[in-house]
C-alpha cells in the first residue's frame, strides 16, 4: 500500500471520509489479527492503533478538544469501538521526567469504557494489552512482519530476545518450536507481562528464560559462559538511561551488534532492528554491517512493514546471517 498523502481536518464529514478510506485499505488484515494501525499518517499528526474494540489515538501536535471530540465521532461511525484513548508522543519522550506521564497518557480513556488488562490475538498468538501502562501498551504494531519471521523461523534453535520488553518475540519463538528462548531486560514488570503473554499461548516458563538484567551486562556474561545461539532478536530502545549506563542507539548499536555476533553460531541469523526516526535505512545498516566486521555476514532481507504501516516505515528490520 503505498503513503497516502496527509489530510488536515476539514470538519467531521472529511474525517469520517478519510477515517473510512483508511479502514478500507486495511480491512484484509481483520481476518488474521485484532492488533492493527488504522491510521499512520494519513492525517496530519496523527497515528491510530486499535486492539480489538479499543483503539490508542497518538497524538504528535497538539488537537483541540473540540477536534478530538470530532474524531471520536468519526471513529465511531466507520469502525464501533469500546473505549477510545489518547497518548501524546513528545519529539524528546526521554528527557521527560515521570511526574509529566500523566500528562503524555492519561490513566482513564478519552471515550468509552474497558478492561485494564485484555487479550487480543494476531495470526493465531494472544498478548495482553495495558492501555493504561504510559505510551506503550503491550505490544508493537509495526513488528508484526518481524514476528511472524521469528515464528517461522526458531524451529530447533537457541532464541536470544534482548530488550525483550513484553517478550512478542519470545512467544513466538516458542511457537516456532525453539528448543530454547532467553529473554533479556532490565524491566521486571515487562518480564512478568512476558511471562503472562507466554501462559496465555498454553506454554509454561523454563527454568532460565526470564533474565531481568542490563543487555551489556548480560551479553558479557553469556560470553563469559561460552554460550551461543542460532537466533538472536536485537530491538533496543533508541534512548535509555539505566542506573549509571546510558543507552542511545548511535552510539551503541555496533558494540551491541559485534557483541550479538559472538554470541551467534556460524550461519546464525541475527534479527537486528531499530525504530529511532532520526537514522535512516542506509546508515542503520551501515552500523550492522560493521558490527559484524568485515565479511564477518551479509543482509539476507529486509522485513520492511505490514501494509497497515507508514511507507517507508521508521521501523528498520534486517536479517543478517553469520559467516564462517
Known sequence: MPHMPQHTL?????LQQVLRGCF???R???STTEVWRWVDGEIENLVVEVFGRVAVAGFFAPW?????EALWAAMQAVFPLEAIWEKHRPKEAHILANTQLHELAPASPSWGVCAKAFGVEEEGLCFEIRPSNGLSVG??????KARRFIRA???GKRVLNLFAYTCGFGVAARSGG??????VDISKHCLEWGKQNLERNGFEAKPGEFWVEEVFRVLGKLFAKGRRFELIILDPPSFSNVGKRRLRVADDYIQLTRMCTQLLEAQGLLLAMCNARFVGPGEFSKWVYEGFGRRGGYCEEHLGVDIDCRQPSWLKAEVWRKLG
Open 10 to 14: 476539514r470538519g467531521p464529514a472529511g
Open 24 to 26: 478500507e485499505r486495511r
Open 28 to 30: 484484509c488484515l481483520l
Open 64 to 68: 483541540t478538544g473540540v477536534q478530538k
Open 139 to 144: 505490544l508493537y504494531v509495526d513488528a508484526r
Open 153 to 155: 523461523h526458531s524451529k
Open 178 to 183: 525453539a528448543v530454547e528462548v532467553l529473554n
